[in-house]
């Protein structure tokens, strides 16, 4: 996990006595007059704040952003006034927004030292403490950039904020907010993390260097890390997973790490699987050339999985969790698989393969019964998976399906408190129709434009028997192609957030 260079901390500190580059001060949208130390600082300014209001330069409405030059009193040569909206729509999700714009903003201005107002009131209804992991949240996921492989001259480095303060009123304010900048630190950067696997080029990330980062992350949070190679996959019958892997000069690798909290000899209390296809050029059913680059991130699935693992094991989570990747490329050659091709999964199942490119769904397939095999309590899997997610929800929310009614209101609920949105689609029977073969028990693809999403959905309900599971298809919210609140352009590291809330809400179920 990535850190930055992003310092941030807690501060008892007037308004009036940070010395620093600039100050945000976020205001909520009302008719209500200006209070506590925002009063105190219109003041200062000689009512600078209520003639921008009078006037309706400024109305605070959500994410409205005013700069001023202050001179005088104030320790900093820049003030940004961020509009909050109403407090009844105040939400953290939004807290985490503004901030991640409003830092953008700063960084673009070339500042170095920032602080925002986080002192009694200015944000409304929310308890400080949860601003403050908001804030720490919003700040490091906005302030990301992926410029590894830029040199140094074409890169932005002279704009890299470098420190946060969140002023506040008294010590003990600061105190209580200390934990959960903390805990927001460690959120942020097990996304970050995801993100740049994402980002990474398929040249340099193939399934062997997503094993070499997955061990590093284990060693660098102590997580046990596992790595099976083809000969151990053949002999545990993995032959979905094996004939997609087929194709390529790079060897599959099924990557296990594991995080022992709560017990050291149960089984798994969550399984989490991550589809890990490095890059799909769809195989033997080649895709269309335009947009193919973007297949350097079918591995997003995977790298929501090891970014959990990170945060999960950072955070000490009380709940053994095992993360389940299985690493392939999918590529046409003279040794791919063929549509036609009938596989055995490892829980015996036959597949007649007739799409090539459907391949997420095969190595799935293997890997969710590899996480059964372990024992695993809870399965969820994410998976670039199918373009009819993004026919059925745009990139706004990843869709879910489930078999267990809690597990699914428990996903939803921690996807609630990392702002990651989400859709439940059904799983009917009647769309077994979809997947079913003349020659085998399963056929990979079937029923063209109908609900192909489903149909994927419902063809990995063959592989987690009777194990509470949810199936999350990231392919819509992966990749953002504009810039926004805290999400730059490209990777978003979507549900590495919600699969860390997922652990923990498991963790204090087990463990009230
Ligand atoms: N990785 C892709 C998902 C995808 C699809 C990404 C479209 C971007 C655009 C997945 O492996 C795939 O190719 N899915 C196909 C399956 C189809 C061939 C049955 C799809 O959904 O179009
Ligand atoms: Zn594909
Ligand atoms: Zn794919």
């Keep these: 996990m990535r850190s930055g260079s992003l310092r941030i901390a807690a501060a008892a500190h007037d308004i009036f006595a940070y010395q620093g580059d600039a100050l945000i001060l976020p205001l909520l949208e009302g008719g209500e007059p200006l209070r506590g130390a925002v009063k105190t600082l219109d003041a200062a300014l000689k009512g600078a704040i209520t003639h921008l209001l009078q006037q309706k330069s400024f109305r605070r409405k959500f994410s409205e952003r005013f700069l001023l030059h202050p001179t005088g009193r104030l320790g900093v040569p820049q003030l940004l006034l961020v509009g909050l909206g109403k407090a009844s729509e105040l939400t953290q999700d939004r807290v985490r927004q503004v901030t991640g714009t409003a830092l953008r903003q700063l960084r673009a201005l070339r500042a170095r030292t920032v602080a925002i107002a986080v002192h009694d009131a200015v944000w409304g209804p929310l ?145 989490l699987v991550g589809k ?152 009917d029977d009647e769309y077994e129709e979809l997947i079913k073969s003349d020659h085998a028990d399963l056929k990979n693809t079937g029923g063209g434009k109908k609900a192909p999403a489903i149909g994927a959905a419902r063809f990995l309900k063959h592989f987690v028997g009777d194990t509470p599971w949810v199936h999350l298809d990231i392919n819509g919210t992966s990749l953002q192609e504009k810039e926004g609140g805290y999400q730059p352009k490209g990777a978003t590291g979507v549900m590495t957030r919600t699969l860390i809330n997922l652990a923990l809400s498991l963790a204090i179920e087990r463990h009230p």
């Excluded at 996959?233 to 594991?258: D, K």
């Excluded at 698989?337 to 007649?352: C, L």
Aim: proline fraction near 3%; charged fraction near 20%; charge should be positive.
């Design 127 to 271: 308890e400080s403490e949860t601003v403050a992991q908001s804030i720490s949240e919003g700040a490091l996921l906005g302030l990301y950039r992926f410029d590894l492989h830029k040199a140094k001259q074409n890169r932005d480095r002279s704009a890299e904020i470098e420190s946060l303060a969140l002023l506040c009123t008294d010590r003990r304010a600061a105190r209580a907010m200390r934990n959960r900048i903390a805990v927001g630190e460690v959120l942020a950067n097990a996304t970050n993390l995801a993100r740049d696997l994402i980002n990474e080029p398929a040249n340099v990330l193939t399934p062997a260097e997503l094993a070499v980062r997955a061990r590093r992350v284990a060693r660098r949070y102590g997580l046990s890390a596992r790595v099976l190679d083809r000969r151990a996959m053949r002999r545990l019958g993995m032959g979905a997973l094996l004939g997609v892997a087929q194709g390529s000069a790079n060897p599959p690798q099924l990557i296990l790490l594991t995080h022992r909290g709560g017990d050291r000899r149960g089984k798994p209390a969550l399984g």
């Design 276 to 427: 890990g296809v490095t890059f799909d050029a769809g195989g033997i059913s080649i895709k269309a050339s335009e947009g193919m680059e973007t297949m350097k991130g079918d591995m997003a699935g995977a790298a929501a999985v090891i970014g959990a693992m990170a945060g999960i094991a950072a955070l000490r989570v009380p709940l053994h969790v095992v993360g389940v990747i299985p690493a392939v490329e999918n590529m046409p050659s003279g040794t791919a698989q063929r549509p036609g091709d009938i596989v055995r999964a490892m829980n015996g199942t036959t597949i007649e393969v007739i799409n090539t490119d459907a391949e997420g769904r095969l190595i799935l397939a293997d890997a969710l019964c590899y996480a059964g095999r372990l024992g695993a309590k809870h399965l969820v899997d994410v998976a670039t998976l199918t373009g009819g997610v993004v026919v059925a929800l745009g990139s706004v929310r990843t869709g879910f399906f489930s078999n267990d009614r809690a597990l699914a209101e428990q996903l939803q609920a921690a996807g609630e408190a990392a702002g990651e949105k989400l859709w439940e689609l059904p799983l």
